[in-house]
């Protein structure tokens, strides 16, 4: 184990072509009320708000955020078969108790949720990572950084063993703008989502001009829906496009034996998501 705490990465800056870099130590709860993400990135500082507890919000940093491992009670059963702790012994889970489990992204090998909120904001509004290692510094697309677990569980991010996230940087923020993060879950707080939804929707004369769709709490990894997106440009915004949109974003579902309610939850939660950013429309 290496402390890093040491490093110089708790600086939020403005970049000139409009972009936010973020530190990786700044915590979650500075970034939350960061005045440049409660202005211009409000579901970024919903997301936040809406995961774990206080405490932990004080301690945890955009990068271990973005860092954690999915979740799966099989996981941390060591008499359990778990593809992700030891490849190739089987998945428990998908013949088990799955209610919390995915249900898009999944594979044979492993149905396993990502749990950030965060990182469904961080989906929606665009983000690009900054590695560093031996090499230098790289930089990657927060869509292409959490792998599918696919046949290689096991393997669940794009960092080498050798780098470090030092960065995070947010695309451009857009304006004007309605967002909503909307998030269920089976108790009021510290909980981790069933199903979330982060919408924002970029409106002109109650016509859609842009629209950010992201799910969390029902696939492996944080979820862009980048087809309901498409539906939703150029139409009014009203209830018939939003629902269009829910099943658009839910058509490659697949529940599993104890779970099949998330389909029908994540698509309540999109619905209510793109009316509550509608609402919330300047
Ligand atoms: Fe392991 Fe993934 Fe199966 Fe859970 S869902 S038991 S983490 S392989």
Redesign the pocket.
């Not at 799966?72 to 996981?75: A, M, Q």
């Not at 089987?90 to 998908?94: K, P, S, Y």
């Not at 090998?109 to 396993?112: K, M, Q, R």
């Given at each position: 184990v290496i402390d890093i705490n040491a490093l110089p990465l708790e600086d939020i800056e403005r970049l000139g072509d409009d972009r936010l870099r973020i530190g990786a130590l700044v915590t979650n709860a500075d970034l939350a009320r960061h005045p440049a993400v409660r202005e211009d990135y409000p579901l970024l500082a919903r997301a936040i708000l809406a995961g774990a507890s206080t405490q932990v919000r004080n301690m945890a940093t955009t990068a271990g955020n973005i860092m954690q491992r999915?979740r799966?009670?099989?996981?941390r059963d060591v008499a359990?078969?778990?593809?992700?702790?030891q490849p190739g012994s089987?998945?428990?889970?998908?013949g088990?108790i799955?209610r919390m489990?995915a249900v898009l992204g999944?594979s044979e090998?492993?149905?396993?949720v990502h749990p950030s909120d965060m990182c469904v904001a961080l989906a929606a509004i665009g983000t690009t990572l900054t590695l560093h290692g031996p090499q230098g510094e790289r930089e990657i697309d927060f869509a292409d950084f959490h792998r599918l677990?696919g046949t290689t569980?096991h393997l669940e991010h794009m960092l080498g063993d050798d780098e470090l996230i030092v960065a995070i940087t947010l695309d451009p923020p857009l304006r004007p703008l309605g967002t909503a993060y909307l998030k269920l879950r089976d108790r009021a707080s510290y909980e981790f989502a069933l199903a979330s939804a982060g919408a924002m929707l970029s409106l002109d004369d109650g016509m859609i001009g842009e629209a950010r769709l992201a799910l969390g709490g029902v696939a492996t990894r944080p979820w862009r829906c980048h087809e309901a997106e498409a539906l939703l440009v150029g139409r009014r915004a009203d209830e018939a496009a939003f629902t269009q949109a829910a099943d658009a974003a839910l058509a490659e579902a697949q529940p599993l034996s104890h779970n099949a309610f998330k389909v029908v939850l994540a698509r309540q939660a999109i619905v209510r998501a793109l009316r509550d950013a509608r609402e919330g429309h300047p």
């Open positions: 999915t799966c009670p099989y996981f359990a078969a778990c593809n992700k702790r089987g998945c428990d889970a998908i088990g799955n489990h999944g090998a492993c149905v396993a677990p569980p």
